[in-house]
């Protein structure tokens, strides 16, 4: 057998693709992400039970206790806390899929969709839709849930704003967790890196209890947590009050991690050996 035969001169995924065929191929890699969750229903057990038990545990473990701190009591908890929790929808589908990405590099998937002549970004892009979708699904069954406890929507506009600033920023940190599935060498290490750098960024935040109480250094580091503006936009959207500042972080955390990590993304997925 040849050398030539070994190594190919020209890949084909690597020939320039024009935009139109970029989506088609997208749209068709959507599709058959979707009819493998079709296959597979039990990878949505996750976007089921997530917001159904996270909004149990939070509502009637610290809802009255953080509620009296709040003034007012557990129903006063419910108000503050699905704001918040909306706001980790995205944050925990975007490190599911690095550890989906991870297991499709490992189980060989990827390897054939790289021998494919598709745009490498049309696999990426396709992923984020689909968890996208999953995230869409999971924030549906928070606001049920919310509203059997006892929430309130005051501003239907704010609750379809701050779904779609979930949305925005989500999609921001699947493009680094889709660089971890390519980089990390099993699921195990992209979830155990997700956990160091998720856990701090959730509980150093307004996610689940006001920051009032915080020592006065991590009060500083909960003012540009991605995650406080992000749940704190929510809530102003939601509830009524100021938006401006906490939006805008929130804008420019989503696009620089954007503008940053996909092109890295795509550059690991495209050079992974």
Request: aromatic residues 10%; proline residues 5%.
């Given at each position: 057998?040849?050398?030539?035969?070994?190594?190919?001169?020209?890949?084909?995924?690597?020939?320039?693709?024009?935009?139109?065929?970029?989506?088609?191929?997208?749209?068709?890699?959507?599709?058959?992400?979707?009819?493998?969750i079709?296959?597979?229903?039990?990878?949505?057990?996750?976007?089921?039970?997530?917001?159904?038990v996270?909004?149990?545990?939070?509502?009637?473990?610290?809802?009255?206790?953080?509620?009296?701190?709040?003034?007012?009591?557990?129903?006063?908890?419910?108000?503050?806390v699905?704001?918040?929790?909306?706001?980790?929808m995205?944050?925990?589908?975007?490190?599911?899929?690095?550890?989906?990405?991870?297991?499709?590099?490992?189980?060989?998937?990827?390897?054939?969709?790289?021998?494919?002549?598709?745009?490498?970004?049309?696999?990426?892009?396709?992923?984020?839709?689909?968890?996208?979708?999953?995230?869409?699904?999971?924030?549906?069954?928070l606001?049920?849930?919310?509203?059997?406890?006892?929430?309130?929507?005051?501003?239907?506009?704010?609750?379809?704003?701050?779904?779609?600033?979930?949305?925005?920023?989500?999609?921001?940190?699947m493009?680094?967790?889709?660089?971890?599935?390519?980089?990390?060498?099993?699921?195990q290490?992209?979830?155990?890196?997700?956990?160091?750098?998720?856990?701090?960024?959730?509980?150093?935040?307004?996610?689940?209890?006001?920051?009032?109480?915080?020592?006065?250094?991590?009060?500083?580091?909960?003012?540009?947590?991605?995650?406080?503006?992000?749940?704190?936009?929510?809530?102003?959207?939601?509830?009524?009050?100021?938006?401006?500042?906490?939006?805008?972080?929130?804008?420019?955390?989503?696009v620089?991690?954007?503008?940053?990590?996909?092109?890295?993304?795509?550059?690991?997925?495209?050079?992974?050996?």
């Open positions: 057998m040849s050398a030539a035969t070994l190594t190919p001169a020209a890949h084909p995924a690597d020939t320039p693709i024009s935009l139109r065929a970029h989506l088609r191929h997208t749209g068709a890699l959507i599709r058959r992400n979707l009819l493998w079709r296959q597979d229903p039990e990878s949505m057990f996750d976007a089921i039970l997530f917001p159904v996270f909004t149990l545990l939070f509502v009637y473990v610290f809802g009255g206790s953080i509620g009296q701190s709040l003034g007012g009591g557990q129903d006063r908890y419910v108000q503050y699905v704001p918040g929790l909306m706001a980790m995205g944050m925990n589908m975007a490190q599911g899929v690095g550890t989906g990405f991870n297991q499709d590099f490992n189980s060989g998937v990827m390897d054939r969709f790289r021998s494919l002549p598709i745009g490498r970004g049309s696999v990426l892009f396709a992923k984020i839709a689909v968890e996208l979708m999953r995230m869409l699904f999971a924030t549906a069954v606001m049920v849930v919310a509203v059997l406890v006892g929430y309130d929507i005051k501003h239907w506009s704010g609750l379809l704003a701050s779904v779609a600033l979930s949305a925005l920023f989500g999609s921001a940190l493009w680094v967790f889709l660089t971890l599935g390519v980089m990390m060498k099993s699921a290490s992209v979830q155990a890196m997700g956990f160091l750098v998720l856990m701090p960024l959730q509980f150093g935040s307004s996610i689940f209890a006001p920051t009032a109480s915080m020592p006065g250094w991590l009060q500083s580091f909960t003012d540009y947590n991605p995650l406080s503006a992000l749940a704190d936009t929510a809530r102003g959207l939601m509830e009524g009050g100021p938006v401006a500042h906490h939006l805008w972080v929130t804008l420019i955390w989503s620089g991690l954007t503008a940053v990590m996909a092109p890295v993304a795509i550059h690991k997925f495209r050079t992974k050996a």
